[in-house]
């Protein structure tokens, strides 16, 4: 049973940092991509930052040098941190585990909201 937990979303002030953490269960955690995506209301889940198994990132242009990417193999953990954080960044933020044709699975999502 794979299970994906999402923690750490909130209420943040513009210009303020939030930590979102994705705890997984059921997977070979460390073979897996992780990924972060996040989707506004009408509007299709889009890639905010992903991590391969080696260790490569990648991030939407939107949130290059605000956002970093990271995972801990030990604690089957990813984590997304995420700073300078705009209004235009409140949505729900979703955890991504893929690994090719094998497996594709997603949390439940942790809202985000930056509002003064």
């Known amino acids: 049973h794979v299970q994906l937990v999402e923690s750490g979303g909130g209420l943040v002030q513009p210009g303020g940092s939030l930590r979102l953490s994705c705890a997984a269960s059921?997977?070979?955690?460390?073979?897996?991509?992780m990924g972060w995506y996040r989707q506004a209301p009408g509007k299709q889940r889009e890639l905010v930052a992903a991590?391969?198994?080696?260790?490569?990132?990648n991030y939407a242009d939107s949130v290059k040098g605000r956002f970093a990417i990271s995972r801990d193999n030990a604690k089957n953990t990813v984590y997304l941190q995420m700073d300078s954080l705009k209004p235009e960044d409140t949505v729900v933020y979703y955890c991504?585990?893929?690994?090719?044709?094998?497996?594709?699975?997603w949390g439940q999502g942790t809202q985000v909201t930056v509002s003064s």
């Open positions: 991504n585990a893929a690994f090719g044709a094998v497996g594709n699975y």
């Open positions: 059921g997977i070979i955690f460390r073979i897996y991509v």
């Open positions: 991590i391969t198994a080696g260790g490569n990132t």
